[in-house]
């Protein structure tokens, strides 16, 4: 019978094609195998999850990512694969043998198979996982053109093309390399003139100036950086709930600058990992360790807040391991990982060194949360200094002035006392109705010293010593009922105040006489965040007067808040501070009795204070 001519090209394609399968796995059995590359990703998708580091699901006491444990057992025969319990297993046909098994959905191609028989016959040589191995300067290979390379990266391409029987292509034309070259190295086509420029060039060295040229621009920084951003998780917001704006662009420019100044590797690294744990530390070291707070955070009301901040150390253990070791450890936090050798006991030893940090679980969506490190600016900083130097020269001067006019002070002060003794001076004010001074520093009864009226500590009385002598501590659950005092009409004067000590930064009402179910008939004097406010009210919020300093007064320190009204119905009125409203119309009296301490229902916050 005689065979179309398609029969014999099909033939000899075939015969060749097994002729060039045939040497290619020659040149393969010749290569040795490398664990980390060849041998590893084979084991760990296939065998670590019931022998590997994982104890937990560890069939037969056998470690194939350990070579001790493999050899013992004799599960690996080094030299002699057909003496090898693994190689007999993965080949193995029977159903209650073969490795992997049949359940796991993990059968070992044909070609696996090989690799792993080759690798034993090459003597089953193990490495530790990749990321702790040194990198070392490999050989030159050999290659079918050296004329071809202009440096040694030419030579590791051209020994690929050879292995795989390929030529490389002509070189692009000079407009496609400058392209190339300025994309590469900064993100950007090349402009015009540089294009003109670079391809007219006459110069043997033109493609090293144009790479320098590249280098030195701001954009080389901008463009390395790219990637490093990714890994760092860079944001400029909080991410969770109502994602807030932060300023993290300081650490991102520190990145850029540090790849434009040719920042050495392990400088990069240490001021990174722990810049602000460098001794005398500059700003700018302890801005490139915003690395560890780029991660996501949250303000949200229902939010835990220490749940958050040990998710917070979570990000910063997977984050630190993924970039700066190359190895994944997340796995490790609810049991020692099955795969890489990272053990739970040593994920939180890594742990510990982030469980220190001083930033809170809850976050601020109006800013960066503290601890926050002040940009240095040149010009700015410069302007600082010059406004200290002048603010030194101004309180030199006031002190000197204070000398000069002390003596002059203190002969005033005691004229104007004879005067007061005599009956010709200024006389304290006669129609004072009630000064409580907190003298009896125990139980819960209080006494004013003008009227003898009494008062009652409601709640814990918690006495302390106070700027002159006694005083309460207030912590919203407690206050002193002062009795029906203070009752005043819009168009009567009135004078009142306290010394307050806030603690922290509460929110409440240091003295007061108001009815909150009557639409908040009456007065009193409110601390909010710092601002001292003065409320008359008729009607809330529709016949009031609300008058609010622009100062804060200060934390943990004792002052004296007064306020005054002249009964005109005007915020005005209200001793010479700036104001908020502007007229009241009706009357302001209650029948509640006036109050030392918070509103019945204050506002929510802080509240701890002392009164005296």
């Not at 009652?456 to 309460?472: D, L, N, P």
């Not at 016949?543 to 934390?555: H, L, Q």
Request: charged share 25%; hydrophobic share 35%.
């Amino acid at each position: 019978m005689r065979l179309p001519l398609q029969y014999f090209v099909c033939r000899f394609t075939a015969m060749f094609l097994c002729c060039f399968a045939f040497a290619e796995t020659s040149a393969q059995a010749e290569k040795p195998l490398e664990y980390n590359k060849d041998i590893r990703p084979i084991l760990s998708d296939h065998c670590f999850a019931c022998h590997g580091p994982a104890e937990g699901s560890r069939e037969a006491d056998l470690r194939l990512d350990e070579r001790e444990s493999a050899l013992d057992l004799g599960s690996i025969v080094p030299g002699e694969p057909d003496e090898s319990e693994m190689i007999r297993r993965i080949l193995s046909a029977d159903h209650d043998e073969i490795m992997p098994p049949a359940e796991s959905n993990k059968p070992l191609s044909a070609e696996q198979k090989e690799i792993l028989s080759r690798w034993i016959k090459q003597g089953a040589k193990y490495q530790v996982h990749w990321s702790f191995i040194a990198p070392v300067k490999p050989k030159l290979p050999l290659v079918s053109d050296p004329t071809w390379v202009k440096n040694p990266i030419d030579q590791f391409v051209l020994a690929q093309l050879d292995l795989q029987g390929l030529k490389p292509s002509q070189q692009a034309d000079r407009a496609t390399l400058i392209r190339r070259v300025c994309f590469d190295l900064t993100g950007l086509p090349p402009t015009l003139k540089d294009l003109k420029r670079f391809n007219a060039s006459q110069e043997a060295n033109w493609y090293e100036q144009m790479v320098d040229l590249y280098l030195a621009q701001p954009a080389f920084g901008e463009r390395m950086a790219l990637s490093w951003m990714d890994a760092a998780r860079y944001g400029d917001t909080s991410v969770f709930h109502a994602d807030g704006p932060r300023d993290m662009w300081p650490w991102r420019n520190w990145v850029i600058d540090s790849y434009n100044q040719s920042k050495p590797f392990d400088e990069f690294t240490v001021e990174q990992i722990a810049g602000d744990l460098i001794e005398n530390a500059t700003p700018y070291q302890k801005i490139a360790s915003g690395f560890n707070r780029n991660h996501a955070t949250t303000d949200e009301g229902g939010a835990i807040a220490e749940e958050w901040r040990i998710d917070y150390v979570v990000d910063r253990v997977q984050t630190t391991s993924n970039v700066w070791l190359g190895i994944s450890m997340e796995c490790a936090q609810c049991h020692s990982h099955k795969f890489d050798p990272i053990s739970q006991k040593e994920y939180y030893g890594f742990f510990a060194f982030f469980n220190q940090t001083s930033d809170p679980g809850m976050q601020s969506r109006k800013g960066n949360q503290t601890p926050v490190v002040n940009v240095p600016d040149v010009q700015r900083d410069t302007q600082i200094e010059q406004l200290t130097q002048l603010i030194a020269k101004a309180d030199l001067a006031l002190k000197d002035n204070e000398k000069q006019i002390e003596p002059a002070f203190q002969k005033w002060i005691v004229e104007e006392s004879e005067k007061v003794r005599s009956g010709n001076g200024p006389q304290p004010p006669s129609d004072m109705l009630a000064h409580f001074t907190l003298d009896e520093t125990a139980g819960e009864q209080v006494s004013d010293s003008i009227a003898n009226l009494k008062g009652t500590v409601k709640g814990k009385a918690s006495w302390i010593a106070a700027k002159h002598a006694g005083g309460i501590q207030l912590d919203g659950s407690n206050f002193i009922e002062l009795g029906d005092i203070g009752n005043f009409d819009n168009n009567e004067a009135i004078s009142y105040g306290c010394w307050v000590k806030p603690q922290g930064n509460p929110s409440g009402a240091p003295i007061a006489k108001m009815n909150e179910d009557n639409s908040h008939r009456g007065w009193d004097m409110l601390i909010s965040n710092g601002n001292v406010a003065v409320y008359i009210i008729n009607s809330w919020p529709g016949n009031a007067i609300k008058v609010t300093t622009k100062e804060k007064i200060p934390a943990d320190k004792w002052t004296h808040l007064f306020a005054t009204y002249d009964g005109s119905g005007k915020a005005e009125g209200v001793g010479s501070w700036p104001t908020r409203a502007s007229r009241l119309d009706g009357g302001s009296s209650t029948r509640l009795p006036g109050r030392g301490g918070f509103r019945r229902r204050s506002t929510s916050g802080s509240r701890r204070s002392s009164w005296s």
